[in-house]
Structure formats: structure tokens, C-alpha cells
């Protein structure tokens, strides 16, 4: 005879099982399709403010090498603190890695030229070691956090970044048994784009010239990095 209190724990049993699967797969699911389509803020950026995204528990993360740090990089970051109620500016280091120029020299370009402007106030910015993602839920745990990468456009960076995402999206869950933080892109003012880290440094290892190579790098960083950028990436003569 079929006890009807053992089939109303079966019932219930299979019912909760079946519920959590749904909810693994909906939110593994949601975790494909930010991978598979991106959130991308193009040119020309909405100036208005977002006021869901500028609440004292708003805090946005915009990690790179800056090496170095460039016009394109100010004016995203510009933007981001427009939008935001904070914006951290975070400068990659590996440990193991023997820099010519180190991350902390790169930090303090920054924090020159964004002492210079008047719509940086709520950007800090930190050199960090560890997993961004670690150290962002570590220093931040109480805030809505979000992710920003600057790229030239999806056409031209899209495919190193979904690689990295890839990677920022799983190895929280895996490393650290975390929920990733999202990420957005920030497409660059059409002005910039030409402008790479890659290009100041090859114009100040080809170029003789002091006078000639400030020159340029005028057109390249803020005037108020033009000499320190010059002094750290010209090689010794």
C-alpha cells in the first residue's frame, strides 16, 4: 500500500530538485549570453546622468596596462565618473614580471593628469596584483560593482575580449566559488582611436629629438605628463 506521506516527500523532493536546476540553468544561461552579446556603449556616449548608476553604492572599475596611460584613456575615465558615483582606475602588476616602466610609475601618471582635471574627483587609482575581480569584492563588498573595458570598437578589440571575458566571467566562479562581475564596454571618441600606448612608446624609441618627440607626445598625452611620459619611455642615450 503507498503511504501518502511518503509520496508527499518524494513529490516535494523532486520539486525542489527540479526547481534548482531551473535556476542554475537561467542563470547559466544568462552568464552565455552576456559572453555572447556584449553590453557596448558606443560614440558619441550619453552625457546624461544615469541616477540608477549614481548612488553612493555605485562603483565602476576600469583596469588596464596604461603603459602608458593616453588622451583615450582620460576621456573614458572623464566619462565613467560623470556616470558613476565612483570610478576606480586600476593598473595591472604582475609580481613576476620586470617592468622598464613599473606600474606605480604609470599609477602616478594618472593620478597627475587626472589631479588636472575638474571631472575626476571621484576617481581613485590603485595598482593591484591580485585577480581584479578578487580584489574589487574584497576593498568593495557592499557595492553594486561593475566592470568597464575601453576598446577601439567590437570590430577591432572584440575578439581578445571575449577571450578575457571568458576568462573574468568563469575563473570567479571557479577560483574564487563567486559571482562574476559584469562587464561593459566603452567604445573610444573616434578622436582618439588612432592613439595607442604602443605608439608613444615607438615614437620615443625613434625619435632623436627631444623637442621633436615632446612635440608629439603634446598631441598624445595631457600637457601635464608631456615631460614625465618623456623621461620615463625615452630610452637612454
Known sequence: MINLQDLSNVSFTLWIFSLTIIIMLYFIGSLFYSILFPTIISFPWDEQIDKNHKGEGDCVIMAGSFNPPHRGHYAMLEYLSKRHAHVVCVVGKNPNKKYLVTPEDRAELLKKALASSSNAGNITVEVVSDYIWRYAKKQHPKKNLIFYRGIRSWEKDGHEERALQILNTWGPMVIGWTWPIPTRYLAGQPKYNHISSTLIRNILETTDSAVAAKKEL?????????????KLYSPPK
Open 218 to 230: 603634446s598631441a598624445l598625452v595631457p600637457d601635464s605628463t608631456v615631460e614625465q611620459v618623456w
